[in-house]
């Protein structure tokens, strides 16, 4: 007999996001003339830059001749989009990143979950609550903690509260952890860490020799000055930390697939027998054993974002998105919510009206306003109260989104 994988029996019922698409889908059945905007998922709508689709086009053209034709492609990725990764997202502020430290992928969800296999079982993990359901899940798949409590926290994890209370700023841990997993501009609070308060988890990483992964995923949407956009940035970070990158909110990639997540050399783990281990050389093993890497037609419509053409066609839709994220929290604030993020990321965090439970408000948003938000709860324990918004659609649905939240709540 064929056995299971045990630990997945401790997760919750369902992923969060799909048993939103469960609630909305039994909605909408039941309702067929109802007008749902959805501001829950946060997928992008806009299409793609103009240099990066016409840069796809001519590789796709390149694919259709013999002379240029190509079939597998470096793991890694192309040197070409590594250098240009190098040059624009790290040097360009002072971070040290070598291109042959980028490891491209199809999206650093899927990293920030893979890269627990080069990690022993044994590790002590931290994570901040509320918090990207990936980190807390791909840990429970990988038995590295027991079954939840009533509030959804697991066993054998590490939870640090941000929350209003403490002004979104995770505290250090009291106690030893291995491996920690900050998520900045942060989903799904929509804020920021400073320059200090990096400086103490780096400090505080080095101290217990633990590693950081480090979710930059929205760092292009940072507006404030002085807020660092990447954890290499920080003093001592190449000694204790990984980070992740994706071009899906920056570019709108969602559909095509094409992240990178960096390695440096030199950051090291121990192994069962106190050896110090390289793990840009474990997680390259793991890379090529596991991936075929992305194609080269995305990769070159991911180069086209660096191009002069590129920059001004992604800083526009990033500040789409981010007027969308303003136009939200400006209606919001004026029908008397408490509202969070939106300024530095394209979510919006709000507390919830009349003391109403996470889910209690999706109900009530879906079935009286015909409207799919995120229940803060589903990011974790800490966020119960709260509820996303993700400023990612167009115009006319985020406008047409806060009139009927303010006849909601009238």
Known sequence: MALINDHYSKLKAGYL???IGRRVAKFAAENPS????????????????????????????????????????????????RNAIAHNDFHSRGAKVAADEIFVSDGSKCDTGNILDIFGAGNTVAVTDPVYPVYVDTNVMAGRTGTADEGGRYAGLVYIPVTEANNFTPALPTQHVDLIYLCYPNNPTGTV??????????????????????????????????????????????????????????????????????????????????????LHALWNRRHT??????????????EAIYSEAGKPQVRKLIDFYLENARVLCD???????????????????????RDLTSWAFFDELLSKANLVGTPGSGFGAAGEGYFRLSAFNSRENIEEAVKRIQSFLS
Request: charged residues 25%.
């Open 17 to 19: 996001f799909p048993e």
């Open 331 to 353: 209606g919001l604030r004026a029908a008397g919510l408490t509202v969070y993020g939106g300024v530095n990321a394209p979510y919006v965090w709000l507390k919830t009206p």
């Open 193 to 278: 860490a400073t320059k200090e308060t990096l400086q103490k988890w780096v400090d505080y990483a080095r101290q217990e020799d633990a590693i950081i992964f480090f979710d930059a995923a929205y760092e292009a949407y940072i507006t404030e000055t002085g807020i660092p956009h990447s954890i290499y940035e920080i003093d001592g970070a190449r000694e204790c930390a990984i980070e992740f990158r994706s071009f899906s909110k920056t570019a709108g990639f969602t559909g095509t697939r094409c992240a990178f997540t960096v390695v440096p050399k030199g950051l090291t783990g121990k192994s069962a027998t106190g050896d110090r281990v390289e």
């Open 34 to 81: 109802a007008k749902i905007i959805r501001l829950g998922i946060g997928d992008v709508t806009e299409p793609l830059p103009a240099a990066v689709t016409a840069a796809m086009h001519a590789a796709v053209d390149e694919m259709g001749r013999r002379e240029t034709f190509r079939g597998y492609g470096p793991e890694q990725g192309f040197d070409f989009l």
């Open 289 to 302: 054993t596991k991936f075929n890497g992305v194609s080269y037609v995305i990769q070159r419509g991911a």
